[in-house]
């Protein structure tokens, strides 16, 4: 993964919940307001700016100045090492130890619960494309949606089952590789090279 964007993910894994509101806030200033309501995760909104051209590799300013509304000097200093080409640290996060507890009570796909863990960790409201690029129906949707009380991490985790729990076992392509394509045909792109980046299972 390219260093801006390790950063970006190293500071989204950084940000508490009250951060990520107050960068929210400011960033009613240069976002419409029905764009911003969109935006559930530190990522989504890394990449709505870029989409908007003011945030890029080389201009970090908007960044910046957006934790510094935090008071987090901590991360500002990643920001700092990342302008300053000495940035190297990005670290990927473990599926909860309930969650990995859930999986194996169930007997369900341990094969990719770290991918799993990590894909409903970002991907917020964009769960519903996903889960149309893994070749779920809008009857699977509108199911998942009724059942699990349109908590978008718990929606993107079920689509996911299903997606798994139909896959041909013949198909030739890893399930992690499928995965990762679904997310950058939705553009994704930053969730997608997360998990390319996750240490392979031994």
Not at 46 to 68: G, H
Not at 109 to 122: D, K
Not at 148 to 157: A, D, G, K, M, P
Request: charged residues 30%; contains cysteine.
């Amino acid at each position: 993964m390219e260093p801006f964007n390790l950063m970006l993910v190293d500071l989204s894994r950084k940000l508490r919940k009250e951060d990520f509101e107050s960068i929210k806030f400011c960033c009613q200033k240069v976002i419409p307001a029905g764009r911003l309501e969109q935006v559930d995760t530190p990522l989504q909104l890394w990449v709505l700016l870029q989409e908007r051209a003011d945030l890029s590799p080389d201009n970090t300013q908007i960044l910046t100045d957006l934790i510094k509304s935090t008071g987090r000097s901590d991360l500002l200093q990643i920001i700092e090492a990342y302008d300053n080409k000495t940035y190297t640290n990005c670290q990927h996060s473990a599926p909860s130890s309930s969650y990995k507890q859930e999986v194996a009570s169930k007997g369900k796909i341990v094969e990719i619960e770290r991918e799993i863990e990590l894909i409903v960790s970002e991907i917020g409201r964009d769960w519903k494309r996903f889960a149309r690029k893994l070749q779920l129906s809008d009857a699977d949707i509108d199911y998942i949606t009724d059942n699990f009380t349109r908590n978008s991490r718990e929606c993107c985790r079920q689509s996911i089952l299903t997606w798994y729990e139909r896959r041909p076992s013949t198909v030739d392509i890893s399930p992690v590789q499928q995965l990762i394509t679904a997310l950058r045909s939705c553009q994704l792109n930053l969730i997608a090279d997360l998990l390319s980046d996750l240490p392979t299972r031994n």
